[in-house]
T-cell receptor, first 115, second 118 residues
Framework: AQSVAQPEDQVNVAEGNPLTVKCTYSVSGNPYLFWYVQYPNRGLQFLLK??????LVKGSYGFEAEFNKSQTSFHLKKPSALVSDSALYFCAVSSLGGGGFKTIFGAGTRLFVKA | GAGVSQSPSNKVTEKGKDVELRCDPISGHTALYWYRQSLGQGLEFLIY????????KSGLPSDRFSAERTGGSVSTLTIQRTQQEDSAVYLC????????????????FGPGTRLTVL
Protein backbone atom coordinates (compact mmCIF):
# COMPACT_ATOMS: atom_id res chain seq x y z
CA ALA A 1 0.00 0.00 0.00
CA GLN A 2 1.11 3.54 -0.70
CA SER A 3 2.03 5.63 2.34
CA VAL A 4 3.95 8.69 3.45
CA ALA A 5 5.41 9.27 6.89
CA GLN A 6 6.57 12.53 8.40
CA PRO A 7 8.01 11.30 11.69
CA GLU A 8 8.21 14.70 13.36
CA ASP A 9 5.09 16.61 14.30
CA GLN A 10 7.21 19.69 14.96
CA VAL A 11 10.71 20.92 14.17
CA ASN A 12 12.29 23.83 15.99
CA VAL A 13 15.32 25.61 14.60
CA ALA A 14 17.07 28.91 15.22
CA GLU A 15 17.17 31.48 12.45
CA GLY A 16 20.29 31.11 10.36
CA ASN A 17 20.73 27.44 11.18
CA PRO A 18 20.16 24.68 8.65
CA LEU A 19 16.82 22.92 8.76
CA THR A 20 15.67 19.44 7.80
CA VAL A 21 12.10 18.19 7.62
CA LYS A 22 11.94 14.44 7.21
CA CYS A 23 9.79 12.35 4.90
CA THR A 24 9.78 8.65 4.09
CA TYR A 25 7.50 6.88 1.67
CA SER A 26 6.31 3.52 0.47
CA VAL A 27 4.95 2.89 -3.03
CA SER A 28 4.68 -0.08 -5.32
CA GLY A 29 5.69 1.73 -8.50
CA ASN A 30 7.97 4.63 -9.29
CA PRO A 31 7.55 7.39 -6.71
CA TYR A 32 6.86 10.97 -7.65
CA LEU A 33 7.56 13.07 -4.59
CA PHE A 34 6.40 16.53 -3.64
CA TRP A 35 6.74 19.08 -0.88
CA TYR A 36 4.06 21.65 -0.14
CA VAL A 37 3.99 24.45 2.42
CA GLN A 38 1.02 25.97 4.20
CA TYR A 39 1.62 29.38 5.73
CA PRO A 40 -0.74 30.56 8.47
CA ASN A 41 -4.16 31.46 7.08
CA ARG A 42 -3.06 30.70 3.54
CA GLY A 43 -3.54 27.85 1.12
CA LEU A 44 -1.06 25.13 0.34
CA GLN A 45 1.70 26.07 -2.06
CA PHE A 46 3.91 23.80 -4.10
CA LEU A 47 7.62 23.94 -3.13
CA LEU A 48 9.38 21.31 -5.22
CA LYS A 49 9.12 17.87 -6.71
CA UNK A 50 11.18 14.86 -7.71
CA UNK A 51 10.14 12.98 -10.83
CA UNK A 52 13.35 11.54 -12.22
CA UNK A 53 16.98 12.46 -12.77
CA UNK A 54 19.19 14.29 -10.29
CA UNK A 55 18.46 13.17 -6.76
CA LEU A 56 18.86 16.70 -5.42
CA VAL A 57 16.03 18.98 -6.44
CA LYS A 58 15.80 22.68 -5.78
CA GLY A 59 12.60 24.59 -5.26
CA SER A 60 11.08 27.83 -4.12
CA TYR A 61 12.35 30.04 -1.29
CA GLY A 62 15.77 28.38 -1.19
CA PHE A 63 14.47 24.93 -0.26
CA GLU A 64 15.89 21.72 -1.63
CA ALA A 65 15.20 18.05 -1.14
CA GLU A 66 17.18 14.90 -1.70
CA PHE A 67 15.65 11.72 -3.07
CA ASN A 68 17.23 8.64 -1.54
CA LYS A 69 15.90 5.48 -3.14
CA SER A 70 17.65 3.03 -0.82
CA GLN A 71 16.29 4.75 2.27
CA THR A 72 12.96 5.62 0.60
CA SER A 73 13.32 9.15 1.86
CA PHE A 74 12.78 12.63 0.51
CA HIS A 75 13.91 15.03 3.23
CA LEU A 76 13.37 18.76 2.82
CA LYS A 77 16.33 20.99 3.60
CA LYS A 78 17.39 24.60 3.69
CA PRO A 79 20.92 25.78 4.50
CA SER A 80 19.84 28.82 6.51
CA ALA A 81 16.39 29.10 8.06
CA LEU A 82 14.37 32.29 8.17
CA VAL A 83 11.68 33.23 10.66
CA SER A 84 9.35 33.54 7.67
CA ASP A 85 9.86 29.82 6.93
CA SER A 86 7.70 29.00 9.94
CA ALA A 87 4.79 27.06 8.50
CA LEU A 88 3.24 23.64 8.09
CA TYR A 89 5.04 21.41 5.59
CA PHE A 90 3.53 18.45 3.80
CA CYS A 91 5.28 15.70 1.91
CA ALA A 92 3.27 13.88 -0.77
CA VAL A 93 3.84 10.91 -3.03
CA SER A 94 2.09 10.10 -6.29
CA SER A 95 2.32 6.86 -8.13
CA LEU A 96 0.74 4.94 -10.95
CA GLY A 97 -0.03 1.40 -9.89
CA GLY A 98 -2.56 -1.29 -10.51
CA GLY A 99 -5.14 0.85 -8.78
CA GLY A 100 -4.45 3.81 -11.00
CA PHE A 101 -3.14 7.21 -10.04
CA LYS A 102 -2.93 8.01 -6.35
CA THR A 103 -1.55 10.89 -4.33
CA ILE A 104 -1.05 10.53 -0.62
CA PHE A 105 -0.09 13.38 1.72
CA GLY A 106 1.82 13.02 4.94
CA ALA A 107 0.38 14.27 8.21
CA GLY A 108 2.48 17.42 8.09
CA THR A 109 5.37 18.83 10.11
CA ARG A 110 5.11 22.19 11.77
CA LEU A 111 8.33 24.18 11.50
CA PHE A 112 9.09 26.89 14.04
CA VAL A 113 12.04 29.17 13.32
CA LYS A 114 13.05 31.34 16.27
CA ALA A 115 14.81 34.66 15.83
CA GLY B 1 -3.70 34.46 -13.99
CA ALA B 2 -6.47 33.37 -11.64
CA GLY B 3 -5.79 30.54 -9.25
CA VAL B 4 -8.16 27.98 -7.82
CA SER B 5 -11.11 29.64 -6.17
CA GLN B 6 -13.52 28.21 -3.64
CA SER B 7 -16.78 29.43 -2.23
CA PRO B 8 -17.95 30.13 0.32
CA SER B 9 -14.83 30.83 2.35
CA ASN B 10 -16.72 30.07 5.54
CA LYS B 11 -19.90 28.11 6.13
CA VAL B 12 -21.66 27.63 9.42
CA THR B 13 -24.56 25.22 9.40
CA GLU B 14 -26.72 23.28 11.77
CA LYS B 15 -26.43 19.56 12.24
CA GLY B 16 -28.64 17.73 9.77
CA LYS B 17 -28.58 20.41 7.08
CA ASP B 18 -27.15 19.89 3.61
CA VAL B 19 -24.26 22.03 2.34
CA GLU B 20 -22.71 22.63 -1.07
CA LEU B 21 -19.13 23.72 -1.53
CA ARG B 22 -17.93 25.06 -4.85
CA CYS B 23 -14.57 24.89 -6.57
CA ASP B 24 -13.43 26.72 -9.70
CA PRO B 25 -10.17 25.17 -10.92
CA ILE B 26 -7.49 26.90 -12.93
CA SER B 27 -8.63 27.28 -16.53
CA GLY B 28 -7.39 24.41 -18.64
CA HIS B 29 -6.63 22.12 -15.72
CA THR B 30 -8.26 18.78 -16.34
CA ALA B 31 -7.57 17.12 -12.99
CA LEU B 32 -9.46 18.23 -9.88
CA TYR B 33 -9.17 17.01 -6.30
CA TRP B 34 -11.06 17.47 -3.06
CA TYR B 35 -9.40 17.07 0.33
CA ARG B 36 -10.45 17.58 3.91
CA GLN B 37 -8.16 19.07 6.55
CA SER B 38 -9.18 18.93 10.16
CA LEU B 39 -7.73 21.54 12.52
CA GLY B 40 -3.95 21.38 12.35
CA GLN B 41 -4.05 17.97 10.72
CA GLY B 42 -2.97 16.49 7.42
CA LEU B 43 -4.92 16.23 4.22
CA GLU B 44 -7.51 13.53 3.81
CA PHE B 45 -8.18 12.65 0.17
CA LEU B 46 -11.86 12.69 -0.74
CA ILE B 47 -12.35 12.48 -4.50
CA TYR B 48 -10.45 12.95 -7.75
CA UNK B 49 -11.76 13.90 -11.18
CA UNK B 50 -9.63 13.26 -14.25
CA UNK B 51 -10.90 14.70 -17.49
CA UNK B 52 -13.97 12.80 -18.66
CA UNK B 53 -13.12 9.61 -16.79
CA UNK B 54 -15.19 8.25 -13.93
CA UNK B 55 -14.08 9.94 -10.69
CA UNK B 56 -12.08 8.17 -8.03
CA LYS B 57 -14.46 8.32 -5.06
CA SER B 58 -12.43 6.02 -2.84
CA GLY B 59 -11.80 8.70 -0.21
CA LEU B 60 -15.38 9.76 0.44
CA PRO B 61 -16.03 8.93 4.11
CA SER B 62 -19.71 8.07 3.78
CA ASP B 63 -22.62 8.11 1.36
CA ARG B 64 -23.57 11.52 2.73
CA PHE B 65 -20.71 12.92 0.68
CA SER B 66 -20.93 13.35 -3.08
CA ALA B 67 -19.28 15.48 -5.72
CA GLU B 68 -19.79 16.34 -9.31
CA ARG B 69 -17.90 18.21 -11.94
CA THR B 70 -19.90 19.89 -14.65
CA GLY B 71 -18.47 20.52 -18.08
CA GLY B 72 -15.04 19.43 -16.96
CA SER B 73 -14.59 22.61 -14.97
CA VAL B 74 -16.49 23.70 -11.86
CA SER B 75 -16.96 21.13 -9.14
CA THR B 76 -19.43 20.96 -6.28
CA LEU B 77 -18.94 18.90 -3.13
CA THR B 78 -22.22 18.16 -1.36
CA ILE B 79 -22.53 16.97 2.20
CA GLN B 80 -25.99 15.79 3.18
CA ARG B 81 -27.31 15.65 6.73
CA THR B 82 -24.16 17.26 8.12
CA GLN B 83 -22.69 15.99 11.36
CA GLN B 84 -20.39 17.78 13.80
CA GLU B 85 -17.50 15.55 12.76
CA ASP B 86 -17.80 17.00 9.26
CA SER B 87 -16.41 20.29 10.58
CA ALA B 88 -13.12 20.91 8.79
CA VAL B 89 -11.50 22.92 6.02
CA TYR B 90 -12.37 21.51 2.62
CA LEU B 91 -9.65 22.08 0.07
CA CYS B 92 -9.89 21.86 -3.68
CA UNK B 93 -6.90 21.52 -5.97
CA UNK B 94 -6.35 21.22 -9.70
CA UNK B 95 -3.47 20.10 -11.86
CA UNK B 96 -2.59 20.39 -15.48
CA UNK B 97 -2.69 16.99 -17.04
CA UNK B 98 -5.20 14.18 -17.15
CA UNK B 99 -3.17 11.63 -19.01
CA UNK B 100 -0.46 9.24 -17.88
CA UNK B 101 1.67 12.10 -16.60
CA UNK B 102 -0.87 13.37 -14.13
CA UNK B 103 1.20 11.81 -11.36
CA UNK B 104 4.08 14.11 -12.28
CA UNK B 105 2.19 17.32 -11.83
CA UNK B 106 1.98 19.49 -8.78
CA UNK B 107 -1.40 20.47 -7.50
CA UNK B 108 -2.58 24.05 -7.14
CA PHE B 109 -4.75 24.57 -4.10
CA GLY B 110 -7.59 26.90 -3.42
CA PRO B 111 -7.93 28.81 -0.15
CA GLY B 112 -10.42 26.31 1.21
CA THR B 113 -13.89 26.44 2.71
CA ARG B 114 -14.06 26.30 6.49
CA LEU B 115 -17.14 24.32 7.42
CA THR B 116 -18.49 24.49 10.96
CA VAL B 117 -21.39 22.23 11.91
CA LEU B 118 -23.12 23.31 15.10
Amino acid sequence: AQSVAQPEDQVNVAEGNPLTVKCTYSVSGNPYLFWYVQYPNRGLQFLLKYITGDNLVKGSYGFEAEFNKSQTSFHLKKPSALVSDSALYFCAVSSLGGGGFKTIFGAGTRLFVKA
Amino acid sequence: GAGVSQSPSNKVTEKGKDVELRCDPISGHTALYWYRQSLGQGLEFLIYFQGNSAPDKSGLPSDRFSAERTGGSVSTLTIQRTQQEDSAVYLCASSARSDYFVAHNEQFFGPGTRLTVL
